[in-house]
């Protein structure tokens, strides 16, 4: 009796094992990794968009299977920087371990394509866009980018004199060529503004040629790689388009070895009836003053905004150079709390944004606090020249320190009534920082 219920349970430990095995073996794109790269990599890795290969098909990414389970596991693919303290965000990519051994077992197992019956419905992406746009407003002319230079940041004034007041409730950037094209924004210039008030429209015009004079308008629409349409319905909120506004285009440009044109995009979806809040992008905290000192590993700077008005954060991205190393925003409230919105690492070449799944009140009186950190040593493999002393400026050898923010609040206020810049923000640019001894805090000395 015994050696028969031995023989029976070693024949059910074989029949487990071996199902075991068949399973893991019977792991496949179309049926299991396909829904994985459409929730979480499609957005980036389809033809046309900013990454190296496609994603859509298992012909394109079966040559990539090894590197695909290489970045997954090292947790490099999809970019999230927002470590486990950060707020929670409903955008958020990062995939799951079960996604992370999924993928895992379809590459150790042959990187099996499986039955093409399986696989899901293609998801649909609007003629390129992201986002199925109403209107689309285009650069009346291409820009022409040499071979090798080093190009200033571009400025387009755009004719468009909207023929009514516009609320817009999503909108998104694209550039001509996704190649020479760092990041950019769409700004509204409301009529009367002085803002390349004598530029040609149509024609480019370097930073050194027509000085930003910004202080009036918004931005209405930005491009980063990997940061896709922005939505901007919190409620009933949208983003404002006053009646007789006109569109700048501004971009950032980074030559690619060999010449090509850019003739970059905006597309708008209209929004409906009347709206009580509005929707406002802000270059929150800035760190204008900043000055990192030759060789340190690890340059602090502190940049400060105080609210004005009470608004709802919605959003944040935060923005340096090839120094940037890391980046946490804070918020000192009027009643002493202190939150850290987001903290983490910062990678030059993916600049993302984060959505708030739950927004946060800012009472008037609330300090936004950025808190930075730079390698200007010379292990940093980015890093142009670690003998020179950085301050703040637009190219990349020279450095920022903002956090992009999303604001919204009630419609009676302009967005220039909002905020302020304050402490740190408004010392003067000559010794290493601001750093954190500039920060006054509610009870300490």
């Known amino acids: 009796m015994f050696s028969v ?5 070693l024949a059910c430990a074989i029949a487990t094992l071996a199902a075991g095995t068949a399973g893991a073996a019977t792991v496949t794109f179309n049926k299991d990794v396909l829904p994985i790269f459409q929730n979480r990599c499609q957005s980036c890795h389809r033809p046309g968009e900013v990454a190296p290969m496609s994603l859509v098909a298992y012909e394109s990414a079966r040559p990539w299977a090894k590197a695909i389970k290489a ?84 400025f387009m004034l755009v004719k468009v004199n909207f023929p009514e007041d516009v609320w817009i409730s999503a909108a998104e950037m694209r550039p001509g060529d996704a190649r020479v094209v760092h990041h950019g924004e769409v700004w ?41 349409a922005q ?106 709390e202190v939150q850290t919105v987001i903290k983490g690492p910062f990678d030059f070449n993916w600049q993302l944004g984060y959505d708030l799944a739950e927004p946060l009140v800012l009472p008037k009186g609330t300090r936004l606090v950025g808190i930075s950190h730079f390698d200007n040593s010379p292990n940093n493999p980015n890093n142009p020249d670690a003998t020179q002393k950085v301050k703040w400026g637009p190219q990349n050898w020279d450095e920022m320190s903002n956090c992009f923010m999303g604001f919204v609040f009630d419609s009676k206020y302009k967005p220039q009534e909002l905020s302020f810049y304050s402490g740190p923000s408004l010392l003067p640019a000559d010794a290493p920082g601001p750093t954190m001894s500039a920060l006054k805090v509610p009870g300490k000395k």
């Not at 219920?5 to 349970?9: A, N, P």
């Open 5 to 9: 219920l031995s023989r029976v349970s």
């Open 71 to 154: 970045a997954v596991v090292a947790r490099k693919m999809p970019p999230w920087f927002a470590d486990e303290g950060s707020r929670h965000f409903t955008n958020d990519q990062k995939l799951s371990d079960a996604e992370i051994r999924t993928i895992t077992a379809w590459v150790d197992g042959g990187a099996l394509e499986g039955d093409r019956k399986d696989a899901p419905p293609p998801r649909h992406f609007e003629d390129g866009w992201n986002l199925k746009p109403d209107m689309v407003v285009e650069m009346p002319n291409s820009f022409h980018l040499p071979a090798k230079a080093t190009i200033e940041y571009q």
């Open 188 to 228: 509204v210039r409301p009529p009367g503004s002085k803002w390349m008030a004598d530029a040609i429209p149509g024609k480019a015009y370097s930073q050194s040629q027509m000085r930003k004079e910004a202080e009036d308008s918004e931005v209405i629409g930005k491009y980063n790689p990997g940061l896709g």
């Open 231 to 336: 939505n901007f319905v919190i409620g009933d909120s949208a983003k404002f388009i006053p009646k007789g506004s006109d569109l700048i285009f501004e971009l950032h440009y980074t030559t690619m070895g060999k010449e090509t044109d850019d003739r970059t995009k905006v597309g708008f979806v209209f929004a409906k009836g009347e709206h009580k809040t509005r929707y406002a992008m802000s270059y929150g905290p800035q760190g204008r003053n900043l000055v990192i000192a030759p060789g340190d590993p690890n340059a602090e700077v502190i940049s400060e905004l105080t609210m004005a008005q009470e608004a709802r954060l919605v959003y944040v991205q935060p923005h340096m150079h090839v120094r940037g190393k890391d980046y946490e925003l804070r918020l000192y409230y009027p009643t002493g």
